[in-house]
């Protein structure tokens, strides 16, 4: 398949055009990275590629309100905790993208075999049960976790040459869920 075809294909499954939703499946792109181990020979689109270097730490973002339970006896005791609130989290990036989002977004999910989407829109009476120790308080809180990835853009010539590279940090998201501590 061609760089450009593949290019197409991943932004096509990040649109939900191929895959049937708004989650791109993990495994699911043709998305290919682009580093300078797997520099092409020959002939080449020209243009922006997005690869994906590493990823931190997830990052969460509360869609929530912070919610608690204290457990003032001498045994453990479990609790429920739901959400009030839905909200939605978009993907958000530092340093130039050069590319569409759904091509990062595409490369990242690939890469690091999640659900990566552009969006994501958390459910309102989402609950789970958790544990509360003897004597102790349980925090949680709902929201959405985004994978924080380090990628770059290049620019490529038709023979190939990277004439451009740019670095950047892309926050996507890929899970709903609670955050809990104590």
Known sequence: MSRKNQRIAAT???????????????GAANA?????????????????????????DDVFVATGVPQQTTNDSPQSIATTFMSETSGTVGTTFSGDLNVGVDVAVAEIGATLGIAATTE???????????????????????????????????????????????????????????LFWS
Do not use: H
């Open 120 to 178: 994501k829109t958390t459910t309102y009476g989402a609950s789970v049960t958790a544990d509360v120790p003897a004597w102790s308080t349980v925090y949680g809180q709902y929201g959405v976790f985004q994978a924080s990835v380090t990628g770059m853009s290049q620019y490529r010539t038709p023979s190939c040459e990277v004439t451009q590279t740019v670095y950047n940090t892309v926050n996507v998201p890929y899970r709903e869920g609670y």
């Open 32 to 56: 290919v990275e682009i580093d300078d181990v797997a520099t092409p020979t020959g002939a080449c689109d020209a243009g922006w590629y997005y690869s994906a270097q590493s990823a931190g």
């Open 12 to 26: 096509a499954l990040a649109l939900g055009l191929v895959g049937g939703g708004s989650l791109l499946t993990a």
